[in-house]
């Protein structure tokens, strides 16, 4: 049993070296990394072996993403060294982790929409004619060749980025990783926005990364993809390394323990079905490029789940209905009375939420402080004639982050120096303050951690307790599974099927989805 | 302690100025006296010349000798110079009635007028097209000039047909450009007239570039030195302009007169111009000095050493 | 063909046909090719002065200066050559380029090393060099009459019978072109512009490639600055005043987009191009000056409204159905 | 779910509001005004003089009343270059109003209505066409003024009433003129506006994050417009002010005003970017900017070389607190 009090004792089995007898090939040891009220790092060590895939685990905030940053050159570090084959380096901007052939795909895509696959590949590294001009030729064949090998073959190097889908884009940052011979490839949360048909995909590609001898840093909150695709682990807890290890010989409910100081079991919580009548329906929803014919029900007190591939247009209809995209034809009847929202402001007021789910552009306002964000929403409610009211304010944000056990300094701090699941906690928390009717979540527990997501999931099913509708989206087929009463699936911009949770498996969903015939 | 005469000008950098500057130091030294704060802004303004005249109110200048942005606009803070006690005239560039005590033009308006035409018409003994270049179309003493020029040319120059007016704004790119456009758009053009010294340096160079020479004649007010030039290789047969250096001597020694003097600027009021002479006062209190002086081959060497 | 009419370069050269036919209407001798040289080269400088501000615009930044680096540059170059009238005319660019990437360097070591947004380091600079300018000169003017003929007459030399201001625009155009497309430098600009922090994760020191933008901006500044003297004959203090609108209206009506990532040197050329034919054609069909002004206001405006439609993405199409009809 | 522990608690701030205020913006500027107060005071005898001072406020307080409503459509994260021909315009439309024989109270209506108009223009075109507001502004710069040019081209319009003087050239007790009461007055409104109200709190969120706003609930186009049309009508009240100051009306009045304005917002550490700036910080920016170009007037110094000086004050106060906090050890 682990001893709660000394979060510095640090679980090693076996200690130190990786299966065979391989060498790391990145090895960080001693860093720490300070911001200003905040220690994001203290004295962590970490290895990454070749062939294999290290899985980063920790709650939010808990320093991942940081450490990403220090490996990639972008941060550094205030102490540390860091090495790279048995040489220390050091690593002053990302021109030199590249160098060092360390390269990461980030939590955010950070890819270049109007640019073309080929050009993603090879920027800052384009293949050179005698003369010194970029080589647009060989730049394309090359690019081509390392799709192909990386079997995506059916990504054309000529069209521009933003004409693909998700997956595919992540399948050119791996690319873009092959192509400068990266030996170290890290991937932030790959999976957090990707359905199970793309994070196959992509484990896909994790294996043959493997097989080619790079060494691998995953970071995921999500358990059974660390187990299908790790070798090993290591465990951060409020900035420090909590234990290590191959992930064989570790439980998942171990892991939890280290990373949170406590056990979790995340067990979907029990509600008895007490389903009243509609609440909203909508009818015949359509959009010209979107969606068509959308129709559902949603009753009070019920959460109904929306499932399918990424991309197949849940959202969209979601902002629809929110009033934030325009549909062109259909009805949305909300108690009884038809609604034309024409601005989220007008779906708010009349008790529609829509959380959304691309937290750093619809999300959150980085730049306002948490408390500002949270009231942002409900202003009218924290003011007067008005005048704002900023005790008001700050009772409103503590009531709604304090319960989805937020990890910030102050109430004061800019959202944009919070870790990306906190910052998705301030989202759900600024649409739960404006007491809806309905509220509908669009990826709510995206890269959020085992314990928050508990607390998410714990809040949902109170709200329904009281007599709110929720319409949840999500990609994420156990939280489907788990949380909904009813699930709409969708796929290609139309509903597929609806479904009652009691008839309901994983297999059907799935097949639903991808429109395979049962 | 000396007496402070501030001479306003339009803009700073312009030579026509600095000619003047040079009279009015001559004057102060001539009146002993007197000290000079020659100022203006760089951009010809009124509401930049009107942030000019504040400051020179509160350093209690004794006199503001001013030339005009705009006639109108400056009008409210020369009439509060005036009367915080600060003797106010203008030169040049007039002011309204009610802004100054008085007014030194460089020459009589008519004149000008007339004058601009003439240059063009004395090289067009068979007549023909001619148009006009002139500053920015709120400038006070141009369009005066300007409509002189139209009203006389009917029964002086029957011949001469001025086709067009346009707007270089004193600005040498833009200048050049309308320049350009006056030659298209009349093939038969035969002369320029640019009442302004930018404008007139401006079409004397486009008519040398397009190779026009001794097609179009470019004329109009030019300083001797900044226009020999074009007088040298042909592109222009003869300007004219007043004397800068005497209008500054003479705005001074006005300025003086009323401040320390205690002269009283009346219509009729004759005063004293140290060597420059003697003006009278017309009613609107204005009076002219000499009539502008021609520039030609004979004589531009010898002045543009001189302004 | 279909191709062809996705790239706005094409319907911007269309506007300039039609424009150049409606003024034709009323004044046909300007769509004389010999009238159609001397507008280029009359609108030269301009689209010199677009390229070198399009390259800052595609980073996300912009150059306010430039007007007031051409005025300061212009001045030292007519103050030498009115001293030194020995100086060949070569030097004396060579001098402009210099004198002008040194303005050019200061704006951008205070983007890059202070990471002040460039609005306000040039919104500064443009009033310090043109104010430089004046206490250099004493506030003075240099006329044509203190320039050498030598000073003057270069640009207007005709080489193959196009004056050489029109060959160095045309050398300009295509060592921009060779520097936009095909070299990684360009490659970088755009990519700042389209994702500067993508930028940053790719290895590109966005901070020392906008220092490089805005040090070839100052170069294409100070060219100009001997460009404009040597043509308008007069330095002084007020040389381009206001002129920066100018430059930014042509590469906003040429399609590069302010917020960065997005525009080619085509585009810029032909937007000058555009301004230029405006600025000339008024004059000629007569219409009073008085509205020329209100004209081009009116034109900005419109290019913008149709740049804007050109480039409203038309998201993704999720409906397989709606795919298969279009 | 097994043991939920106790929630932290999070405080609402952590440092004190004293020292951050200490370290602010705003005292930097007012450490800025002091000091070229005391300058002026030493280098010129006239400086410290009831009148010199009440003049001094005519060189900032038509600047400064369009600069409170640019401070607000900056902080949303747009701009407006086409203020200075706005005032063109409206100063126009009065003066056409004149000659119809209108009167003192139809006149500054005229003003304020034709200012409004113009701002509506402005924020219709951004808001409703999705157009960056930079160019447009650059190009209705010229519309506007454009359309001056045409109605006077080189007439001017004079002969204003009387009782119209009092707005530019009047005062309201003592040296205390109307311009400098009407500009404290709209300092207060603004301030409360941006600093006390709902719709303020909205203009910084939109400034940060546009789309999360618009996800938020707040109206982001109707926000931006009416800030376009604030912009616009201050433009109005500033035009009324000048043709009633200069008593006359050309069409190249102004020229030059908006980069003017624009350097007061931003020296006054409005972000250029948009979302963080306050009112306070302008007020003291347009004072000192008052207080630079009086100063350096009655040194009888050229306007040219006073602009390097609000240049140079413009970059070096901008860098200051980055160099510091690079000097304390960041980075
Ligand atoms: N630029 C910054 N300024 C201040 N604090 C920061 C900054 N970046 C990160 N932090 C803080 O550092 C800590 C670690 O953040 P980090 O992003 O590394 O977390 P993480 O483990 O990636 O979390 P998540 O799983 O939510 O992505 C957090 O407390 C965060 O608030
Ligand atoms: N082509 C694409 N380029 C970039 N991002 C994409 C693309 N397609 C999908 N995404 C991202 O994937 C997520 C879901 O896409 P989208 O909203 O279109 O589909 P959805 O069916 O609503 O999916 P979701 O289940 O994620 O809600 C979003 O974060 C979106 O930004
Ligand atoms: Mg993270
Ligand atoms: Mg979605």
Redesign the interface.
């Known amino acids: 049993m682990l001893d709660n009090t000394h979060p510095a004792h640090i679980v090693r089995d076996p200690p130190h070296k990786g299966e065979g007898n391989a060498a790391p090939r990145l090895t960080l040891s001693g860093v720490s990394k300070s911001f200003p009220g905040v220690r994001a790092l203290h004295d962590v060590s970490l290895s990454l072996y070749p062939g294999q895939v290290t899985a980063l685990i920790g709650e939010n905030g808990a320093g991942k993403s940081t450490l990403v940053k220090i490996m990639t050159g972008i941060y550094q570090p205030d102490t540390g060294t860091i090495s790279i084959d048995g040489q220390a380096v050091t690593l002053p901007s990302a021109h030199a982790a590249f160098g060092y052939g360390v390269t990461a795909i980030h939590q955010e895509t950070v890819l270049f929409d109007d640019l073309t696959v080929a050009e993603n590949i090879f920027l800052g590294h384009a293949p050179r004619t005698r003369f010194g001009t970029i080589d647009w030729r060989t730049m394309r064949k090359n690019a081509r060749e390392v799709l192909d090998a990386m079997h995506a073959g059916h990504i054309d190097a000529d069209t521009r980025l933003k004409d693909l889908g998700i997956a595919n884009k992540h399948l050119v940052a791996v690319a873009r990783a092959m192509s400068i011979d990266a030996q170290i490839v890290i991937m932030d949360e790959p999976t957090a926005a990707l359905s199970m048909k793309e994070i196959e995909e992509l484990f896909l590609l994790i294996e043959f990364l493997k097989s080619e001898g790079k060494a691998i840093l995953f970071i995921s909150h999500k358990f059974d993809e660390i187990y299908r695709i790790a070798d090993r682990y290591t465990v951060f807890r409020d900035g420090e390394m909590v234990g290590e290890g191959l992930i064989k010989d570790a439980g998942q409910s171990q892991i939890v323990r280290m990373m949170v100081g406590r056990s979790v079991d995340h067990i979907f919580p029990q509600r008895k079905a007490e389903i009243g009548a509609p609440v909203l329906s909508v009818s015949g929803l359509s959009h010209p490029t979107e969606f068509n014919d959308i129709g559902f029900e949603l009753h009070k007190g019920e959460i109904l789940g929306f499932y399918g591939l990424v991309g197949a247009g849940r959202s969209e209809v979601m902002q629809a209905i929110s009033g934030i995209t325009r549909s062109t034809g259909g009805t949305i009847t909300l108690e009884g009375k038809t609604i034309a929202p024409k601005s989220a402001a007008d779906s708010i007021d009349a008790g529609i939420v829509y959380v959304p789910e691309e937290r750093g552009k619809q999300g959150v306002v980085i730049g306002l402080p948490i408390f500002q964000n949270v009231s942002l929403p409900s202003l009218k409610r924290t003011s007067r004639s008005g005048l704002l009211r900023l005790s008001e304010e700050f009772a409103l944000a503590r009531s709604y982050t304090e319960r989805l056990d937020l990890r910030a300094s102050s109430l004061s701090q800019d959202v944009g120096t919070l870790s990306g699941g906190n910052q998705q906690k301030i989202v759900i928390a600024k649409w739960l303050a404006t007491a809806p009717k309905v509220i509908i979540l669009d990826e709510p527990t995206k890269g959020i951690d085992i314990g928050s997501k508990a607390a998410v999931h714990g809040f949902m099913a109170e709200l329904v307790a009281q007599g709110l509708s929720v319409i949840m989206v999500s990609s994420e087929l156990p939280e489907i599974l788990g949380m909904s009463d009813r699930v709409v699936v969708m796929r290609e911009g139309l509903v597929a099927a609806v479904y009652d949770n009691k008839e309901l498996d994983a297999e059907t969903l799935v097949r639903s989805a991808a429109g395979i015939a049962a | 302690e000396n007496v402070k005469i501030a001479l306003v000008v339009k803009s700073l950098g312009n030579g026509f100025f600095d000619a003047a500057n040079k009279g009015a130091e001559e004057a102060a030294k001539e009146l002993g006296d007197v000290d000079i704060i020659y100022t203006g802004p760089t951009k010809a303004t009124a509401e930049a010349q009107i942030e000019v005249v504040n400051s020179l109110i509160a350093q209690k200048v004794n006199a503001i000798a001013i030339s005009a942005n705009d006639a109108d606009a400056l009008v409210p803070v020369l009439k509060k110079a005036m009367e915080r006690g600060i003797t106010v005239i203008s030169w040049d560039s007039g002011v309204a009635k009610e802004g100054r005590q008085l007014h030194l033009n460089p020459s009589d308006t008519g004149l000008i007028g007339e004058t601009i035409i003439k240059l063009a018409a004395d090289y067009l003994p068979e007549g023909g097209d001619v148009a006009i270049l002139s500053a920015s179309s709120t400038a006070t003493n141009q369009n005066a000039w300007i409509d002189a020029a139209k009203k006389i040319l009917p029964e002086k120059f029957p011949k001469i047909k001025l086709v067009a007016t346009v707007y270089g704004d004193d600005d040498s790119a833009k200048s050049t450009d309308e320049a350009k456009g006056l030659l298209k758009s009349y093939p038969n053009l035969k002369a320029i007239i640019a009442p302004t010294t930018v404008g007139v340096v401006a079409a004397a160079q486009v008519v040398t570039d397009e190779k026009l020479i001794g097609k179009v004649n470019v004329t109009g007010l030019a300083l001797p030195s900044e226009f020999k030039k074009f007088i040298d290789n042909g592109a222009s047969q003869a300007v004219a302009l007043w004397n800068p250096i005497d209008l500054g001597y003479s705005a001074v020694y006005l300025a003086h007169d009323l401040a320390v003097k205690k002269e009283e600027a009346k219509p009729g009021a004759t005063l004293s111009i140290g060597r420059v002479g003697k003006v009278t006062l017309d009613d609107t209190n204005s009076a002219a000095m000499a009539p502008p002086f021609q520039f030609d081959k004979s004589n531009i060497e010898k002045f543009s050493k001189i302004y | 063909m279909k191709a062809l009419l996705k790239y706005r370069e094409i319907w911007l050269l269309a506007a300039i046909a039609v424009l150049v036919g409606l003024i034709s209407t009323r004044?046909p001798?300007f769509a004389d090719p010999g009238?159609l040289r001397q507008v280029f080269n009359?609108t030269s400088i301009l689209m010199i002065l677009a390229l070198g501000q399009m390259v800052v615009i595609l980073t996300r930044s912009i150059d306010l200066s430039m007007a007031s680096n051409l005025c300061f540059t212009g001045m030292v170059v007519a103050m030498l050559n009115a001293a030194h009238p020995a100086i060949p005319i070569p030097l004396l660019i060579v001098i402009a380029l210099v004198v002008g990437l040194v303005l050019g360097a200061i704006n951008g070591l205070?983007v890059w090393r202070?990471?002040?947004?460039s609005?306000?380091?040039t919104?500064?600079?443009?009033?310090?060099y043109?104010?430089?300018t004046?206490?250099l000169?004493g506030?003075?003017?240099v006329?044509?009459?203190k320039m050498s003929p030598d000073f003057i007459g270069f640009q207007?030399a005709a080489f193959l019978g196009i004056p050489v201001l029109s060959w160095i625009a045309i050398l300009v155009i295509a060592l921009f072109f060779?520097l936009m497309?095909?070299?990684?430098l360009g490659?970088?600009i755009?990519?700042i512009g389209?994702?500067p922090?993508?930028?940053?994760?790719?290895?590109?020191?966005v901070g020392r490639t906008k220092f490089i933008v805005f040090c070839i901006s100052g170069m294409i500044g100070g060219l100009s600055g001997y460009l404009?003297i040597s043509?308008?004959?007069?330095a002084?203090?007020?040389?381009?005043?206001?002129?920066e609108?100018n430059i930014?209206?042509a590469c906003?009506i040429g399609g590069i987009?302010?917020?960065g990532?997005?525009g080619s040197v085509g585009g810029a050329v032909l937007g000058a191009l555009f301004l230029g034919i405006i600025?000339?054609a008024?004059?000629?069909?007569?219409i009073?000056?008085?509205?020329?002004?209100?004209?081009?206001?009116?034109a900005?405006?419109l290019a913008?409204?149709l740049n804007?439609r050109g480039e409203?993405?038309?998201?993704?199409?999720?409906?397989?159905k709606?795919e298969a009809v279009t | 779910m097994t043991d939920i522990p106790a929630p932290r608690h999070i405080p609402d701030r952590l440092d004190k509001p004293l020292s951050s205020a200490i370290f602010s913006w705003e005292a930097l500027l007012v450490v800025v005004a002091v000091a070229i107060f005391a300058i002026n005071s030493f280098a010129s005898p006239y400086f410290l003089d009831p009148y010199s001072l009440s003049d001094l406020t005519f060189n900032f307080t038509e600047k400064g009343l369009i600069a409170f409503a640019m401070a607000l459509l900056i902080i949303s994260g747009e701009i407006d270059l086409s203020v200075a021909a706005i005032i063109a315009l409206a100063s126009t439309m009065m003066g056409m109003a004149v000659q119809a024989g209108a009167g003192t109270p139809v006149l500054v209506l005229i003003g304020i209505v034709v200012g409004l108009g113009c701002g509506a223009f402005n924020g219709l075109l951004v808001t409703r066409l999705g157009l960056p507001s930079i160019v447009v502004t650059i190009g209705t710069m010229s519309l506007f003024r454009g359309i001056a040019f045409i109605i006077l081209g080189d007439q001017a319009y004079k002969g204003y009433p009387e009782s119209f003087a009092f707005f530019g050239q009047g005062y309201v007790w003592w040296v205390v003129s109307f311009e400098l009461v009407l500009f404290l007055v709209a300092a207060i409104v603004y301030w409360l506006v941006l600093h006390r109200t709902s719709f303020g709190r909205r203009v910084f969120a939109i400034g940060n994050n546009p789309v999360a706003a618009q996800f938020s609930g707040v109206r982001v186009g109707r926000i931006k417009f009416i800030l376009f049309c604030l912009t616009g009508l201050m433009s109005g009240i500033a035009s009324v002010l000048i043709t009633s100051r200069l008593g006359s009306t050309r069409p190249s009045i102004a020229q030059g005003y908006e980069l003017e304005v624009i350097t007061m917002v931003v020296l006054g550490g409005v972000s250029i970017l948009g979302g963080a700036g306050s009112i306070l910080g302008v007020v003291l920016a347009a004072f000192i900017m008052g207080l630079v170009t009086f100063g350096l007037g009655l040194l009888n110094v050229p306007g040219i070389v006073m602009s390097i000086f609000i240049g140079l004050l413009l970059i070096i106060v901008i860098a200051l607190p980055i160099v510091w906090r690079r000097l304390r050890g960041g980075r």
């Open positions: 004044f001798a009238n009359d205070l202070l990471n002040m947004p609005i306000v380091v919104l500064g600079t443009l009033t310090i043109r104010g430089a004046f206490v000169s506030g003075a003017w006329n044509a009459d207007r060779v497309t095909r070299t990684a490659r970088s755009y990519a389209v994702n922090t993508a930028s940053v994760y790719a290895g590109i020191d404009w043509r308008y004959v007069i002084s203090v007020e040389v381009a005043n206001g002129y609108l930014i209206a906003v987009s302010i917020a990532g997005i600025s000339n008024l004059p000629v069909i007569n009073s000056p008085f509205w020329q002004m209100a004209i081009s206001g009116s900005i405006i913008v409204v804007a409203r993405q038309q998201g993704r199409i999720i409906l397989k709606v």
